[in-house]
């Protein structure tokens, strides 16, 4: 399933090695792409959207919905 956040906080590179590893620890076989200036997140992932974003959430960063 593919799945879209838009994610505030991130700021430089260190932020979405962040937002990527912490989704990466939930699902292993996830691909993460992060347009950063957009505040975009989108993941393909067969989990849920509301554990990825709790992935998200529990690292640091607002999930806008």
């Given at each position: 399933?593919?799945?879209?956040?838009?994610?505030?906080?991130?700021?430089?590179?260190?932020?979405?090695k962040?937002?990527?590893?912490?989704?990466?620890?939930?699902?292993?076989?996830a691909?993460?792409?992060?347009?950063?200036?957009?505040?975009?997140?989108?993941v393909?992932?067969?989990?849920s959207?509301?554990?990825?974003?709790?992935?998200?959430?529990e690292?640091?960063?607002?999930?806008?919905?």
């Amino acid at each position: 399933m593919n799945h879209l956040f838009t994610v505030t906080g991130m700021t430089c590179g260190h932020c979405e090695k962040a937002v990527t590893a912490a989704i990466v620890q939930l699902d292993p076989k996830a691909t993460v792409v992060i347009d950063r200036g957009a505040n975009k997140v989108q993941v393909q992932s067969e989990h849920s959207q509301a554990s990825l974003a709790k992935a998200i959430v529990e690292e640091g960063y607002a999930v806008v919905t």
